[in-house]
Protein backbone atom coordinates (compact mmCIF):
# COMPACT_ATOMS: atom_id res chain seq x y z
CA UNK A 1 0.00 0.00 0.00
CA UNK A 2 1.54 3.31 -0.84
CA UNK A 3 1.05 6.33 1.19
CA UNK A 4 0.90 9.82 -0.22
CA UNK A 5 0.25 13.21 0.97
CA UNK A 6 -3.51 12.75 -0.19
CA UNK A 7 -3.80 9.33 2.64
CA UNK A 8 -1.38 11.84 5.20
CA UNK A 9 -4.19 14.77 4.74
CA UNK A 10 -7.21 12.50 5.29
CA UNK A 11 -5.51 10.84 8.57
CA UNK A 12 -4.71 14.70 10.12
CA UNK A 13 -8.03 16.00 8.91
CA UNK A 14 -9.87 13.42 10.71
CA UNK A 15 -7.52 13.90 13.67
CA UNK A 16 -8.58 17.04 13.83
CA UNK A 17 -12.28 15.86 13.84
CA UNK A 18 -11.84 13.56 16.61
CA UNK A 19 -10.41 16.81 18.37
CA UNK A 20 -13.14 18.90 18.28
CA UNK A 21 -15.52 16.28 18.86
CA UNK A 22 -13.62 15.76 22.14
CA UNK A 23 -13.01 19.23 22.77
CA UNK A 24 -16.51 20.28 22.16
CA UNK A 25 -18.63 19.68 25.77
CA UNK A 26 -15.25 20.98 27.28
CA UNK A 27 -15.93 24.00 26.03
CA UNK A 28 -19.50 24.13 26.71
CA UNK A 29 -19.08 22.23 29.89
CA UNK A 30 -18.42 25.97 31.90
CA UNK A 31 -22.24 27.02 30.73
CA UNK A 32 -23.78 23.76 30.25
CA UNK A 33 -22.42 21.56 33.03
CA UNK A 34 -21.95 17.85 31.51
CA UNK A 35 -25.45 16.08 31.07
CA UNK A 36 -26.09 13.52 28.72
CA UNK A 37 -28.12 15.93 27.11
CA UNK A 38 -25.07 17.88 26.69
CA UNK A 39 -23.03 15.03 24.98
CA UNK A 40 -25.45 13.47 22.98
CA UNK A 41 -26.62 16.70 21.56
CA UNK A 42 -22.78 17.68 20.62
CA UNK A 43 -21.66 14.35 19.21
CA UNK A 44 -25.23 13.94 17.08
CA UNK A 45 -24.34 17.59 15.58
CA UNK A 46 -21.02 17.24 15.02
CA UNK A 47 -21.57 14.04 13.16
CA UNK A 48 -24.60 15.48 10.92
CA UNK A 49 -22.11 17.97 10.09
CA UNK A 50 -19.30 15.61 9.06
CA UNK A 51 -21.87 13.84 7.40
CA UNK A 52 -22.98 17.15 5.44
CA UNK A 53 -19.13 17.63 4.71
CA UNK A 54 -18.89 14.00 3.31
CA UNK A 55 -22.12 14.66 1.46
CA UNK A 56 -20.50 18.08 -0.02
CA UNK A 57 -17.17 16.37 -0.95
CA UNK A 58 -18.64 13.48 -2.85
CA UNK A 59 -21.14 16.10 -5.07
CA UNK A 60 -17.83 18.71 -5.71
CA UNK A 61 -15.66 15.78 -7.00
CA UNK A 62 -18.02 15.40 -9.84
CA UNK A 63 -16.53 18.17 -11.41
CA UNK A 64 -13.26 19.46 -9.49
CA UNK A 65 -10.20 17.26 -9.41
CA UNK A 66 -7.34 19.74 -8.60
CA UNK A 67 -5.64 20.04 -5.04
CA UNK A 68 -6.35 23.54 -4.72
CA UNK A 69 -10.01 23.17 -3.82
CA UNK A 70 -8.25 21.04 -0.57
CA UNK A 71 -5.72 24.06 0.32
CA UNK A 72 -8.14 26.30 0.54
CA UNK A 73 -10.21 24.28 2.91
CA UNK A 74 -7.60 23.56 5.33
CA UNK A 75 -6.59 27.17 5.17
CA UNK A 76 -10.04 28.04 6.03
CA UNK A 77 -10.82 25.30 8.89
CA UNK A 78 -7.29 26.05 10.41
CA UNK A 79 -8.94 29.98 10.58
CA UNK A 80 -12.38 28.92 12.21
CA UNK A 81 -10.86 26.52 14.96
CA UNK A 82 -7.93 29.16 15.27
CA UNK A 83 -11.07 31.33 15.90
CA UNK A 84 -12.96 29.17 18.51
CA UNK A 85 -11.23 30.43 21.96
CA UNK A 86 -12.05 33.99 20.71
CA UNK A 87 -15.44 33.99 20.50
CA UNK A 88 -16.54 30.95 22.29
CA UNK A 89 -17.69 33.04 25.58
CA UNK A 90 -19.80 35.50 23.36
CA UNK A 91 -21.76 32.72 21.70
CA UNK A 92 -22.02 30.59 24.98
CA UNK A 93 -23.76 33.76 26.91
CA UNK A 94 -25.74 33.61 24.50
CA UNK A 95 -26.57 29.87 23.88
CA UNK A 96 -27.36 30.05 27.85
CA UNK A 97 -30.08 32.59 27.71
CA UNK A 98 -31.84 29.88 25.22
CA UNK A 99 -31.80 26.80 27.72
CA UNK A 100 -29.35 23.87 27.59
CA UNK A 101 -31.04 21.91 25.23
CA UNK A 102 -31.18 24.27 22.58
CA UNK A 103 -28.49 26.19 23.92
CA UNK A 104 -26.02 23.10 23.11
CA UNK A 105 -27.35 23.13 19.67
CA UNK A 106 -27.36 26.73 19.10
CA UNK A 107 -23.30 27.15 20.36
CA UNK A 108 -22.28 23.33 18.70
CA UNK A 109 -23.63 24.60 14.83
CA UNK A 110 -21.75 28.32 15.31
CA UNK A 111 -18.42 26.88 16.91
CA UNK A 112 -17.66 23.34 15.78
CA UNK A 113 -20.01 22.83 12.55
CA UNK A 114 -18.68 25.01 9.67
CA UNK A 115 -14.72 23.56 10.59
CA UNK A 116 -16.12 20.14 10.64
CA UNK A 117 -18.23 20.25 7.47
CA UNK A 118 -15.16 21.74 5.56
CA UNK A 119 -12.64 18.96 7.08
CA UNK A 120 -15.61 16.79 6.00
CA UNK A 121 -15.62 17.13 2.42
CA UNK A 122 -11.80 16.54 2.52
CA UNK A 123 -12.27 12.51 2.58
CA UNK A 124 -14.18 11.65 -0.07
CA UNK A 125 -12.32 14.96 -2.69
CA UNK A 126 -9.26 13.39 -2.01
CA UNK A 127 -10.77 9.59 -2.65
CA UNK A 128 -11.71 10.85 -5.72
CA UNK A 129 -8.42 12.44 -6.90
CA UNK A 130 -6.75 9.84 -6.06
CA UNK A 131 -8.84 7.30 -7.93
CA UNK A 132 -7.66 7.12 -12.39
CA UNK A 133 -9.47 3.61 -12.93
CA UNK A 134 -13.20 2.77 -12.27
CA UNK A 135 -12.04 -0.74 -10.61
CA UNK A 136 -9.37 0.73 -8.17
CA UNK A 137 -12.50 2.36 -6.68
CA UNK A 138 -13.19 0.36 -3.90
CA UNK A 139 -9.73 -0.55 -3.21
CA UNK A 140 -8.81 3.45 -2.81
CA UNK A 141 -12.47 4.00 -0.61
CA UNK A 142 -10.30 1.03 1.61
CA UNK A 143 -7.63 2.80 1.88
CA UNK A 144 -8.78 6.08 3.07
CA UNK A 145 -11.60 4.75 5.42
CA UNK A 146 -8.61 2.98 7.04
CA UNK A 147 -6.90 6.41 7.28
CA UNK A 148 -9.78 8.24 8.14
CA UNK A 149 -10.24 5.72 11.13
CA UNK A 150 -6.59 5.73 12.12
CA UNK A 151 -6.96 9.28 12.69
CA UNK A 152 -10.03 8.63 14.95
CA UNK A 153 -8.43 6.40 17.17
CA UNK A 154 -4.89 7.93 17.35
CA UNK A 155 -6.34 11.68 17.86
CA UNK A 156 -8.88 9.93 21.20
CA UNK A 157 -5.85 8.32 22.49
CA UNK A 158 -3.54 10.88 22.42
CA UNK A 159 -6.17 13.83 23.49
CA UNK A 160 -7.12 11.76 26.48
CA UNK A 161 -3.34 10.51 27.33
CA UNK A 162 -1.16 13.03 26.61
CA UNK A 163 -2.88 16.62 25.66
CA UNK A 164 -5.88 16.99 28.14
CA UNK A 165 -3.30 16.61 31.29
CA UNK A 166 -0.99 18.38 29.96
CA UNK A 167 -2.25 21.55 28.21
CA UNK A 168 -5.30 23.39 28.30
CA UNK A 169 -7.87 23.70 25.56
CA UNK A 170 -7.27 26.65 23.90
CA UNK A 171 -3.85 25.22 23.56
CA UNK A 172 -4.86 22.57 22.17
CA UNK A 173 -7.59 23.83 19.43
CA UNK A 174 -4.79 26.65 18.59
CA UNK A 175 -2.28 23.76 17.94
CA UNK A 176 -4.64 21.49 15.57
CA UNK A 177 -5.47 25.08 13.50
CA UNK A 178 -1.77 25.58 13.29
CA UNK A 179 -1.57 22.09 11.60
CA UNK A 180 -3.88 22.35 8.98
CA UNK A 181 -2.51 25.69 7.91
CA UNK A 182 1.09 23.89 7.99
CA UNK A 183 -0.83 21.49 5.30
CA UNK A 184 -2.14 24.20 3.58
CA UNK A 185 0.91 25.37 2.74
CA UNK A 186 2.29 21.87 1.31
CA UNK A 187 -0.83 21.49 -0.44
CA UNK A 188 -1.12 24.80 -2.02
CA UNK A 189 1.07 27.40 -4.64
CA UNK A 190 1.05 30.62 -5.30
CA UNK A 191 -0.87 33.39 -2.94
CA UNK A 192 -2.44 31.06 -1.05
CA UNK A 193 0.66 29.18 0.41
CA UNK A 194 2.23 32.87 0.81
CA UNK A 195 -0.94 33.76 2.69
CA UNK A 196 -0.80 30.89 4.56
CA UNK A 197 2.99 30.60 5.75
CA UNK A 198 2.40 34.57 6.58
CA UNK A 199 -0.43 33.51 8.94
CA UNK A 200 1.29 30.29 10.73
CA UNK A 201 3.99 32.51 11.60
CA UNK A 202 2.27 35.35 12.74
CA UNK A 203 0.36 32.64 14.85
CA UNK A 204 2.99 30.93 16.22
CA UNK A 205 5.37 34.40 16.95
CA UNK A 206 2.24 35.82 18.66
CA UNK A 207 0.18 33.61 20.07
CA UNK A 208 0.58 33.54 24.36
CA UNK A 209 -2.09 32.34 27.04
CA UNK A 210 -3.62 35.76 27.95
CA UNK A 211 -5.71 34.32 30.62
CA UNK A 212 -5.65 36.84 33.59
CA UNK A 213 -6.35 33.40 35.89
CA UNK A 214 -3.95 32.61 38.38
CA UNK A 215 -4.71 29.03 36.92
CA UNK A 216 -6.85 28.18 33.94
CA UNK A 217 -6.49 24.53 32.84
CA UNK A 218 -8.49 21.14 32.25
CA UNK A 219 -7.78 18.02 33.81
CA UNK A 220 -9.31 14.28 33.08
CA UNK A 221 -12.29 15.29 34.67
CA UNK A 222 -12.18 19.15 35.56
CA UNK A 223 -12.30 22.91 34.04
CA UNK A 224 -9.89 24.33 36.40
CA UNK A 225 -9.60 28.34 37.35
CA UNK A 226 -8.39 29.93 40.40
CA UNK A 227 -8.84 33.48 40.96
CA UNK A 228 -7.66 36.32 43.05
CA UNK A 229 -9.92 39.09 43.50
CA UNK A 230 -9.28 42.58 45.98
CA UNK A 231 -11.64 43.84 48.20
CA UNK A 232 -11.24 47.52 48.12
CA UNK A 233 -13.27 47.83 51.13
CA UNK A 234 -10.69 45.74 53.70
CA UNK A 235 -8.26 45.38 51.28
CA UNK A 236 -7.82 41.72 51.60
CA UNK A 237 -7.35 39.35 48.35
CA UNK A 238 -9.77 36.25 48.59
CA UNK A 239 -9.09 33.50 46.05
CA UNK A 240 -11.22 31.25 44.99
CA UNK A 241 -11.36 28.07 43.24
CA UNK A 242 -13.92 27.32 40.05
CA UNK A 243 -15.10 23.84 39.13
CA UNK A 244 -16.94 24.67 35.57
CA UNK A 245 -19.14 27.59 36.39
CA UNK A 246 -19.32 26.73 40.17
CA UNK A 247 -17.38 28.75 42.75
CA UNK A 248 -16.03 25.17 44.72
CA UNK A 249 -14.42 27.62 47.96
CA UNK A 250 -13.04 31.05 49.12
CA UNK A 251 -10.51 31.36 51.07
CA UNK A 252 -8.23 34.84 52.19
CA UNK A 253 -4.66 34.96 51.10
CA UNK A 254 -3.92 37.80 53.73
CA UNK A 255 -4.95 34.97 56.63
CA UNK A 256 -6.25 31.95 57.47
CA UNK A 257 -10.37 32.88 57.23
CA UNK A 258 -12.24 30.71 55.08
CA UNK A 259 -15.69 32.58 53.98
CA UNK A 260 -18.87 29.99 53.39
CA UNK A 261 -21.95 30.03 54.29
CA UNK A 262 -22.08 26.34 53.85
CA UNK A 263 -18.82 25.90 56.08
CA UNK A 264 -21.11 27.52 58.86
CA UNK A 265 -23.42 24.55 58.82
CA UNK A 266 -20.83 22.30 59.59
CA UNK A 267 -20.24 23.00 62.90
CA UNK A 268 -23.86 20.76 63.36
CA UNK A 269 -22.20 17.87 62.78
CA UNK A 270 -20.88 17.84 66.45
CA UNK A 271 -24.72 18.31 67.55
CA UNK A 272 -25.86 15.08 66.05
CA UNK A 273 -22.57 12.83 66.41
CA UNK A 274 -20.40 13.46 69.57
CA UNK A 275 -16.93 12.59 70.14
CA UNK A 276 -15.84 12.57 65.94
CA UNK A 277 -12.35 11.18 66.05
CA UNK A 278 -12.44 9.63 62.51
CA UNK A 279 -13.83 11.29 59.35
CA UNK A 280 -13.87 10.51 55.52
CA UNK A 281 -14.15 12.99 53.08
CA UNK A 282 -15.29 12.04 49.32
CA UNK A 283 -14.55 14.82 47.18
CA UNK A 284 -12.28 17.37 48.07
CA UNK A 285 -12.28 20.33 45.22
CA UNK A 286 -10.89 23.08 47.53
CA UNK A 287 -10.23 21.16 50.60
CA UNK A 288 -12.04 24.05 52.52
CA UNK A 289 -14.39 21.65 53.94
CA UNK A 290 -11.48 18.81 55.23
CA UNK A 291 -9.39 21.95 56.43
CA UNK A 292 -12.32 23.38 58.03
CA UNK A 293 -12.62 20.05 60.19
CA UNK A 294 -9.46 20.00 61.60
CA UNK A 295 -9.56 23.38 62.52
CA UNK A 296 -12.49 22.53 64.83
CA UNK A 297 -11.75 19.11 65.61
CA UNK A 298 -7.96 19.52 65.99
CA UNK A 299 -7.36 16.06 67.94
CA UNK A 300 -9.01 13.89 65.10
CA UNK A 301 -8.20 12.70 61.91
CA UNK A 302 -9.91 12.93 58.21
CA UNK A 303 -8.68 11.17 55.08
CA UNK A 304 -10.05 12.59 51.73
CA UNK A 305 -10.45 10.93 48.55
CA UNK A 306 -10.45 13.03 45.20
CA UNK A 307 -10.36 11.44 41.87
CA UNK A 308 -8.70 14.28 40.23
CA UNK A 309 -4.72 13.96 40.92
CA UNK A 310 -4.21 17.21 39.11
CA UNK A 311 -6.93 19.16 41.34
CA UNK A 312 -5.32 18.01 44.48
CA UNK A 313 -1.93 19.40 43.08
CA UNK A 314 -3.24 22.85 42.39
CA UNK A 315 -4.98 22.75 45.98
CA UNK A 316 -1.32 22.12 47.76
CA UNK A 317 0.08 24.91 45.99
CA UNK A 318 -2.48 27.78 45.76
CA UNK A 319 -4.88 26.55 48.35
CA UNK A 320 -3.02 25.89 51.97
CA UNK A 321 -3.81 22.15 51.81
CA UNK A 322 -1.13 20.64 53.96
CA UNK A 323 -1.44 16.67 54.13
CA UNK A 324 -0.40 15.32 57.89
CA UNK A 325 -0.85 12.31 59.98
CA UNK A 326 -4.04 13.78 60.46
CA UNK A 327 -4.97 14.77 56.84
CA UNK A 328 -4.37 12.32 54.42
CA UNK A 329 -5.15 12.19 50.42
CA UNK A 330 -6.58 9.25 48.26
CA UNK A 331 -6.63 9.70 44.22
CA UNK A 332 -8.85 7.35 43.93
CA UNK A 333 -12.86 6.70 42.77
CA UNK A 334 -14.72 6.91 46.23
CA UNK A 335 -16.35 3.43 45.39
CA UNK A 336 -13.45 2.03 44.79
CA UNK A 337 -11.32 3.13 47.95
CA UNK A 338 -14.48 2.01 49.57
CA UNK A 339 -14.30 -1.34 48.50
CA UNK A 340 -10.56 -1.62 49.28
CA UNK A 341 -10.66 -0.01 52.77
CA UNK A 342 -12.36 -1.80 56.13
CA UNK A 343 -12.01 1.38 58.08
CA UNK A 344 -14.43 2.39 60.20
CA UNK A 345 -15.81 6.19 60.35
CA UNK A 346 -17.36 7.98 62.89
CA UNK A 347 -18.50 10.76 59.57
CA UNK A 348 -18.47 10.25 56.32
CA UNK A 349 -18.92 13.98 54.73
CA UNK A 350 -19.83 13.39 50.88
CA UNK A 351 -18.82 16.85 49.21
CA UNK A 352 -18.97 15.78 45.20
CA UNK A 353 -21.51 18.06 43.71
CA UNK A 354 -20.27 21.63 42.39
CA UNK A 355 -23.30 23.37 42.69
CA UNK A 356 -25.55 22.20 40.11
CA UNK A 357 -23.32 20.95 36.95
CA UNK A 358 -21.18 17.60 36.50
CA UNK A 359 -22.90 15.33 39.20
CA UNK A 360 -21.25 12.10 39.08
CA UNK A 361 -24.32 9.73 39.08
CA UNK A 362 -22.78 6.74 40.75
CA UNK A 363 -22.29 8.64 43.92
CA UNK A 364 -26.04 9.49 44.39
CA UNK A 365 -27.38 6.03 44.52
CA UNK A 366 -28.86 3.89 47.15
CA UNK A 367 -25.93 1.27 46.60
CA UNK A 368 -23.14 4.10 47.69
CA UNK A 369 -25.15 5.11 50.61
CA UNK A 370 -25.41 1.34 51.75
CA UNK A 371 -21.47 1.58 51.15
CA UNK A 372 -20.69 3.95 53.28
CA UNK A 373 -23.59 3.17 56.02
CA UNK A 374 -20.98 -0.12 56.16
CA UNK A 375 -18.23 2.11 56.98
CA UNK A 376 -19.54 3.94 59.86
CA UNK A 377 -20.06 3.37 63.16
CA UNK A 378 -22.97 1.95 64.73
CA UNK A 379 -24.09 5.65 65.56
CA UNK A 380 -21.91 7.22 62.70
CA UNK A 381 -22.70 10.30 60.44
CA UNK A 382 -23.59 10.88 56.80
CA UNK A 383 -23.37 14.61 55.36
CA UNK A 384 -24.59 15.04 51.97
CA UNK A 385 -23.99 18.68 50.04
CA UNK A 386 -26.68 18.72 47.41
CA UNK A 387 -27.95 21.55 45.00
CA UNK A 388 -31.66 21.61 44.92
CA UNK A 389 -34.84 23.72 45.57
CA UNK A 390 -37.61 22.04 48.18
CA UNK A 391 -40.44 22.91 45.79
CA UNK A 392 -41.08 23.73 42.12
CA UNK A 393 -39.82 22.20 39.02
CA UNK A 394 -36.02 22.07 40.77
CA UNK A 395 -36.73 20.08 43.52
CA UNK A 396 -36.64 16.31 42.26
CA UNK A 397 -32.90 16.17 43.34
CA UNK A 398 -33.74 16.73 46.61
CA UNK A 399 -36.65 14.55 46.83
CA UNK A 400 -35.27 11.34 45.56
CA UNK A 401 -31.43 12.05 47.73
CA UNK A 402 -33.78 12.25 50.66
CA UNK A 403 -35.98 9.23 49.69
CA UNK A 404 -33.01 7.20 48.78
CA UNK A 405 -31.40 8.05 52.49
CA UNK A 406 -34.64 7.33 54.39
CA UNK A 407 -33.87 3.94 53.00
CA UNK A 408 -30.76 3.30 54.86
CA UNK A 409 -30.95 6.42 57.97
CA UNK A 410 -33.51 6.65 60.36
CA UNK A 411 -33.12 9.99 60.92
CA UNK A 412 -31.98 13.03 58.03
CA UNK A 413 -31.65 16.84 59.13
CA UNK A 414 -31.40 19.50 56.38
CA UNK A 415 -30.35 22.68 56.28
CA UNK A 416 -30.04 25.18 53.80
CA UNK A 417 -27.68 28.24 52.94
CA UNK A 418 -30.50 30.45 52.61
CA UNK A 419 -32.49 31.45 55.52
CA UNK A 420 -35.76 29.46 55.59
CA UNK A 421 -38.02 31.76 54.37
CA UNK A 422 -41.21 30.92 52.08
CA UNK A 423 -40.03 33.28 49.13
CA UNK A 424 -36.57 30.78 49.31
CA UNK A 425 -38.30 27.63 48.69
CA UNK A 426 -38.41 27.04 44.74
CA UNK A 427 -34.74 28.84 44.12
CA UNK A 428 -32.13 26.53 43.48
CA UNK A 429 -29.39 26.77 46.71
CA UNK A 430 -27.02 24.49 48.76
CA UNK A 431 -28.21 22.48 51.59
CA UNK A 432 -26.87 19.80 54.10
CA UNK A 433 -28.49 16.71 54.53
CA UNK A 434 -27.02 14.93 57.73
CA UNK A 435 -28.34 11.35 57.86
CA UNK A 436 -27.68 9.92 60.73
CA UNK A 437 -27.84 5.71 61.72
CA UNK A 438 -29.34 6.87 65.33
CA UNK A 439 -32.83 6.20 65.86
CA UNK A 440 -33.65 8.14 68.13
CA UNK A 441 -34.87 11.75 66.46
CA UNK A 442 -33.96 15.40 67.99
CA UNK A 443 -36.51 17.25 67.64
CA UNK A 444 -35.91 21.46 67.13
CA UNK A 445 -36.12 21.99 70.88
CA UNK A 446 -33.95 19.57 71.84
CA UNK A 447 -31.31 20.73 69.28
CA UNK A 448 -31.80 24.48 70.53
CA UNK A 449 -31.08 22.87 74.84
CA UNK A 450 -27.68 21.14 73.76
CA UNK A 451 -26.15 23.68 71.33
CA UNK A 452 -23.31 26.16 71.63
CA UNK A 453 -24.02 29.81 70.31
CA UNK A 454 -22.90 28.90 66.53
CA UNK A 455 -25.14 26.15 66.31
CA UNK A 456 -27.98 28.08 67.86
CA UNK A 457 -28.05 30.42 64.89
CA UNK A 458 -27.38 27.32 62.62
CA UNK A 459 -30.61 25.97 63.93
CA UNK A 460 -32.77 28.93 64.00
CA UNK A 461 -32.00 30.38 60.65
CA UNK A 462 -30.92 27.50 58.59
CA UNK A 463 -32.63 24.05 59.50
CA UNK A 464 -35.71 23.28 57.45
CA UNK A 465 -38.01 21.51 60.12
CA UNK A 466 -40.66 20.70 57.70
CA UNK A 467 -41.54 17.78 56.32
CA UNK A 468 -39.53 17.41 52.80
CA UNK A 469 -42.93 16.43 50.33
CA UNK A 470 -41.64 13.17 48.91
CA UNK A 471 -44.56 11.74 47.18
CA UNK A 472 -45.66 8.44 46.13
CA UNK A 473 -43.60 9.41 42.42
CA UNK A 474 -40.08 10.07 43.86
CA UNK A 475 -37.83 7.50 42.50
CA UNK A 476 -35.41 6.32 44.54
CA UNK A 477 -31.89 6.45 42.98
CA UNK A 478 -29.93 3.31 42.41
CA UNK A 479 -27.07 2.12 40.36
CA UNK A 480 -29.40 0.94 37.70
CA UNK A 481 -31.81 4.27 37.62
CA UNK A 482 -30.69 8.02 38.17
CA UNK A 483 -31.77 9.99 35.95
CA UNK A 484 -30.22 13.00 37.13
CA UNK A 485 -29.83 15.09 33.98
CA UNK A 486 -33.06 15.36 33.76
CA UNK A 487 -33.92 16.40 37.11
CA UNK A 488 -30.94 18.93 37.05
CA UNK A 489 -31.40 20.19 33.35
CA UNK A 490 -33.27 23.00 34.40
CA UNK A 491 -31.40 24.54 37.10
Known amino acids: MKIGISEIVTFVTNMVVMVLLLMGPRILAPYMGQYNF??????????????????????????????????????????????????????????????????????????????????????????????????????????????????????????????LPSFNITTILFSSGL???????????GILKISASALLLLFVFLYKDTSPFIVNTDSSYNHIIVTDTMDLISGQTFRQLHLANSIQGTISVNSDSIFSTLNKL??????LKTDIISALSIGGGAFIQPINFLQRHPKSRIKVVEIDRKLTDIAR?????????????????????????????????????????????????LEFYKQISDHLVDDGLLVVKIFSSFSGKNSQFLKSTYKTLNEIYPQIYLFTTRPQRTENEQIPQTMLLFASKKARHYARRELLQRASPDQMEVVLVHQYDGKVPVDLDTKILTDDFAPLDYYISSF
Open 38 to 163: VWAGNLCIMLVSLGIGFLVGGRISKRETGHKLISFILFVAGLLIILVPYIKDFILVIALKLGIKWGVGFATVLLFSPATVLLGIITPYSIRLSTSAAEKCGEKSGIFLFFMILGFVFSTFFVTFYL
Open 317 to 365: KYLRLKESQQLKVFTQDPRTFLKKTTEKFDAVYCNVFPQSLNIPFHLTT
Open 179 to 189: LLLLFAILESA
Open 266 to 271: YVMDDL
